[in-house]
């Protein structure tokens, strides 16, 4: 992880639309050097915050986006229903995600980590669904061998924006 600049959180902002609070640095940046995903705190405003990994790179969350809208999320829950090896693949990614998520937690916020240890990547209870192909995407580009992040990926024609969107932000 690379630590967060007061630029990358200018670009984060620009990007999301919104400001964050609970960023503790750049997991992945694109090729023109700017944040793509990000790791989060687990913890915001006090509450738990279960998705370490956010995608924040315009161009993917639009991309994802249109994925989602061609009903992806469900072909992905009927596929890691009935194919037992790439269930097991996933269980092992949000095992993976629960395990660096409580290594964040400060120890003022331990009350947290029953709570964070017991729901996958995003807060997902049930492994066999599917909440969101952005959650996916940024764990795997953030290093988890996601099997739903890398087939999001594979989809996924063009994976840099064309003129670094970001640099007017």
């Not at 991309?63 to 009935?82: P, Q, R």
């Amino acid at each position: 992880m690379e630590r967060v600049s007061d630029k990358d959180l200018k670009v984060i902002h620009s990007q999301l639309g919104r400001s964050v609070d609970n960023v503790l640095g750049v997991e992945k940046r694109c090729f023109c050097g700017f944040p793509q995903v990000v790791l989060s705190y687990p913890i915001r405003d006090g509450k738990p915050f279960p998705t370490i990994h956010y995608l924040t790179c315009p161009h993917l969350r639009k991309e994802v986006s249109k994925l989602e809208e061609k009903g992806y999320i469900a072909k992905y829950e009927e596929l890691v229903k009935s194919d037992p090896e790439l269930f097991e693949k996933l269980r092992i990614a949000h095992e993976k995600v629960i395990s660096k998520r409580l290594t964040l937690l400060k120890p003022e916020d331990s009350t947290w980590s029953s709570v964070l240890s017991s729901v996958g990547t995003g807060g997902i209870r049930d492994w066999k669904t599917i909440k969101c192909l952005h959650l996916h995407l940024a764990d795997y580009l953030a290093g988890i061998d996601n099997p739903i992040g890398e087939l999001v990926y594979n989809l996924i024609e063009q994976k840099e924006c064309d003129n670094c969107y970001c640099k007017d932000f």
